[in-house]
């Protein structure tokens, strides 16, 4: 079946700018993650998602980022008015969710570049 | 502050030799550990996964090894080929969900 899938897989942007990032988790999969992963360095967690529950945010660096899930399914990440330390690989997960269920299916990521 | 980290940043082994790539953690209250591996520009693949009630697990040409006392994880990688070269990551989990991540080892195989 179809893996999770994140758009896009490039992004370059300005200093300052908005940018969205999107993912798609496996279909039916209740927990979404949010991870970042700069270069040569382990992932690091954001926020993360499970069913129709308050987000954990805890791992967010800034309230210039921020996430929505809509209809329990497709994630969005916004990073409002970046920053170069933003540039990294953004890596979205999902798992089946519920106790025990701690797999998690990764996607290919999107390289933000911020000039 | 909790951490999970990996002995060597870069191992290199030949083909056909079997592999061992370790893994410390800190926090005793971890419960589930999980190796991954990443390929250049993909995002990471699971690979093999172990509860802490157990000591060994195995899979296809991988084994995990957990020792609890000291706090210490292994993936070995059994007779290593060529596809096998990637960044390996040990995670643990601690919390019910998100997954802590160490820094990564570099895995080259040459011929």
């Known amino acids: 079946g179809a893996g999770v899938s994140q758009s896009p897989s490039n992004k370059v942007t300005e200093k300052g700018k908005d940018v969205e990032l999107r993912c798609d988790p496996i279909?039916?999969?209740?927990?979404l993650y949010w991870y970042r992963q700069s270069l040569g360095q382990g992932l690091e967690f954001l926020i993360y998602f499970q069913g129709n529950s308050a987000p954990d945010k805890s791992g967010l660096p800034s309230d210039r980022f921020s996430a929505e899930r809509t209809g329990g399914s497709v994630s969005t990440l916004t990073i409002q008015r970046t920053q170069q330390e933003d540039s990294a690989v953004y890596l979205c997960?999902?798992?089946?969710?519920?106790?025990?269920?701690?797999?998690?299916?990764f996607g290919p990521g999107t390289r933000l570049t911020v000039t | 502050g909790e951490s999970v980290g990996l002995h060597l940043p870069t191992l290199s082994v030949q083909e056909g030799d079997n592999s061992i790539i370790n893994c410390a953690y800190s926090n005793s209250a971890s419960d589930y550990f999980i190796w991954y591996k990443q390929e250049s520009g993909k995002g990471p693949q699971f690979i093999i996964d172990i509860r802490s009630n157990m000591d060994k697990r195995q899979g296809q040409r991988v084994t995990v090894l957990l020792n609890k006392t000291v706090k210490h994880l292994s993936l070995q990688i059994a007779a290593t080929q060529p596809g096998d070269s990637a960044v390996y990551f040990c995670?643990?989990?601690?919390?019910?969900?998100?997954?802590?991540f160490g820094k990564g080892t570099s895995l080259l195989v040459t011929p």
């Open positions: 279909s039916g999969h209740t927990a």
């Open positions: 995670a643990e989990n601690n919390s019910g969900y998100a997954l802590n």
């Open positions: 997960a999902s798992s089946r969710g519920g106790a025990g269920s701690y797999e998690q299916y």
